[in-house]
């Protein structure tokens, strides 16, 4: 929905004789979710290791080509999926996206912490604030910190990894979410800190590569 595909479906394709899954295009972004491959009134009801597999495929089957960067969007918290995940390729690096609350925060450590475990082993590129203050459209100079101010940054200073940025709560990031056409692209303080975040977070994968071997699949994790 927030892409404006929702009502589309990826093609197969393929590739040195092996049937992939095509990911769609949009906004100079390639996506694939398995919101594409269920009717959108159902309720995907699985298992830990169903969802495991389903996350394998969508590297292994679908046709990526040439990228980037390959962004995952994980559930919060530790579960089946993040061992999967650091189990099937070599993960470049984790974001940690958390609002400013105490109740957020506490599933934001526990994420950090994982990935930061010597068996895991994930470096941490920065941490995320979402929802960091509210600015009313007709007071656009005001900010109301309605969830705590700064507890993203003080997390990031507390475990010594970079603030990657500050996402406010503006009416206008959900009215582009909801009609598919990202507040990023637009013009604006809230589209720059957008920009700026992105920007940040390209500099830390910089500076992760020049500065750390390429990070190893995780064999066994007990």
């Not at 530790?78 to 189990?87: F, K, M, N, P």
């Not at 996206?97 to 082993?121: E, I, R, Y």
């Not at 009416?171 to 013009?187: F, I, M, T, Y």
Request: proline share 7%.
């Amino acid at each position: 929905m927030m892409f404006h595909c929702e009502n589309e479906q990826p093609n197969a394709v393929e590739v040195n004789g092996k049937k992939m899954i095509e990911p769609l295009f949009q906004y100079g972004v390639k996506l694939i979710s398995i919101g594409f491959l269920a009717p959108a009134d159902s309720a995907i009801v699985w298992r830990g290791p169903m969802a495991s597999s389903a996350l394998r495929q969508f590297f292994t089957d679908a046709a990526w080509g040439e990228l980037d960067y390959l962004l995952i969007d994980l559930p919060p918290g530790t579960s089946d999926i993040h061992l999967t995940l650091v189990q099937t390729v070599p993960v470049t690096g984790a974001v940690i996206v958390t609002t400013p609350q105490k109740v957020a925060l506490a599933d934001a450590v526990k994420g950090l912490a994982m990935f930061k475990q010597s068996k895991v082993n994930v470096p941490v590129l920065g941490v995320v604030e979402n929802m960091a203050w509210f600015t009313p459209e007709e007071l656009p100079d005001h900010r109301y910190y309605i969830f705590g101010q700064d507890g993203g940054k003080k997390l990031a200073e507390k475990y010594e990894v970079p603030f990657l940025g500050q996402i406010p709560l503006v009416q206008s990031v959900r009215e582009s979410g909801d009609s598919g056409h990202p507040e990023a692209l637009k013009e604006g303080p809230v589209s720059e800190a957008f920009r700026q975040l992105a920007e940040n977070l390209a500099q830390q994968i910089a500076i992760r590569n020049a500065t750390f071997e390429q990070t190893k699949r995780v064999e066994i994790l007990t």
